[in-house]
Each structure stands twice: as C-alpha cells, then as structure tokens.
C-alpha cells in the first residue's frame, strides 16, 4: 500500500471549515483514499473513502486532485467534537488488504 | 445495532502477570482484527481473522501473544508474560468480509499497563 503524508497538527475555529491534507504521491490505480479519525479514549471511526471523484456524506466531503497524488478532507462545519486525530489510509479495496494507520493529523477546534 | 465490545477496558498488572482481552464483534460479522495502538502512535495490526482461520498474524509476536477466535465469533487476545513494553491500547475490529468498502468497525480499546 502507498505511503500517505500528512502534517502533524492543525487547528480551526468551530463553525469554520476544517481542511485536512494528506500527500499520497505513490499511489496506485486500484487504490483508495481513507480517512478514519480518532477521538480521544475511542476506536477509531470511518469517515469516508474513494478513488478518483470526489466523495461527500453527511460526516465530510473527500477531495482528491486529478492525478490523485493528494486528497483534502473538508469538515464543512467544525464543532468542537470533531477535535481527533485524523488518519488518510491509502489501500487496495477489499477485505485481504491490511488497513496501515499512520500517525495521523491532529486537529483541534478552538471555540 | 450493537457496537464491537471490548472488556475490559483498562487493566493494571505487574510485569511477567498473564493478561487476556476479549472482543465481542458486530453481529455477522465474518472479519476480526486485533490492533495495537502505543502511546501517540497510530494503531498497527496484529492478527486477523476470517471466520476462525487466523489469515495474517504475521505481526503478532508469538513467544508471548496468542490469540483465538472460536466458533468465528467471540476473539481472545492473551500476554503472558507481560512485558513493560506491553502497555499499549489493544483495539478490536471487525467488518463484513464480503463488503469491499474498507470500513472497519472499532471497539473502545483495552487500555494495559503493566508496572
């Protein structure tokens, strides 16, 4: 699975849109872009994936640029309960290939 | 619907003490994984399951960690002994094997501590 880049922090103010990068300059042709996140004392939790177009549900919207070397996940409304980690995963779809978190991006929303 | 259960949900031993945490996966569903998160890291797999055959534990370090997962639905992940460097949150997941969306449905953890 490609490597995914993403920086270690950020911050937005709540009601604000929250832009979260993620770099995945080696990816290949069957593979996703997933993004999970991770509020303290929890599991982690899906948000959203895709290939090639631009995802949204009601969590989020996934950005992926058209060469697919980055992807931006956008909160649209950021409360102070979407403060997590953030985690872009990049993976062959299906259940045998191995979900590999990374560090993650910390976002904190400030009131 | 019910979520992944984990139990328990911390733990204190002394190290060399055996240790054992049980997952209770989402109804149904046929895929179970055990991770383990370190301090400030991000979760890193250590066994997986499809039904009860172990299909990738090549991360589970077998001198001290096993793991079952009988009749495909309930999981036990045991330590013994416990190392210091076992204190880690151990995070149970499961999904739907013949669903390729990717998504994995995560427990609260089992946070250890060995002293």
């Known amino acids: 699975d490609a490597k995914t880049t993403q920086p270690p922090s950020m911050d937005c103010a709540e009601g604000r849109a929250a832009n979260l990068p993620c770099n995945h300059s080696?990816?290949?042709?069957?593979?996703?872009v997933y993004w999970y996140r991770q509020i303290h004392s929890q599991g982690p939790q899906y948000i959203i994936h895709g290939l090639k177009n631009n995802e949204t549900n009601e969590m989020a919207s996934l950005i992926i640029t058209e060469d697919r070397k980055s992807s931006t996940l956008i909160l649209p409304h950021a409360t102070l309960r979407d403060t997590a980690v953030y985690y872009c995963?990049?993976?062959?779809?299906?259940?045998?290939?191995?979900?590999?978190f990374g560090k993650g991006i910390t976002l904190s929303v400030r009131p | 619907e019910a979520g992944v259960v984990q139990s328990p949900r911390y733990k204190i031993i002394e190290k060399k003490q055996p240790v054992a945490f049980w997952c209770n996966p989402i109804s149904g569903h046929n895929t179970l994984y055990w991770y383990r998160q370190n301090l400030g890291q991000g979760p890193e797999l250590l066994i997986r399951y499809e039904n009860e055959e172990a299909v990738d534990d090549s991360q589970l370090p077998k001198d001290r960690f096993s793991a079952e997962r009988l009749k495909g639905v309930d999981s036990t992940l045991k330590i013994q002994p416990a190392e210091l460097g076992d204190s880690a949150v151990y995070l149970c997941?499961?999904?739907?094997?013949?669903?390729?969306?990717?998504?994995?449905?995560f427990g609260e953890g089992s946070r250890l501590t060995v002293l």
């Open positions: 995963i990049v993976r062959v779809a299906g259940a045998n290939s191995k979900l590999t």
């Open positions: 997941a499961s999904s739907l094997f013949a669903r390729n969306t990717g998504e994995l449905f």
């Open positions: 080696t990816i290949s042709g069957n593979e996703y």
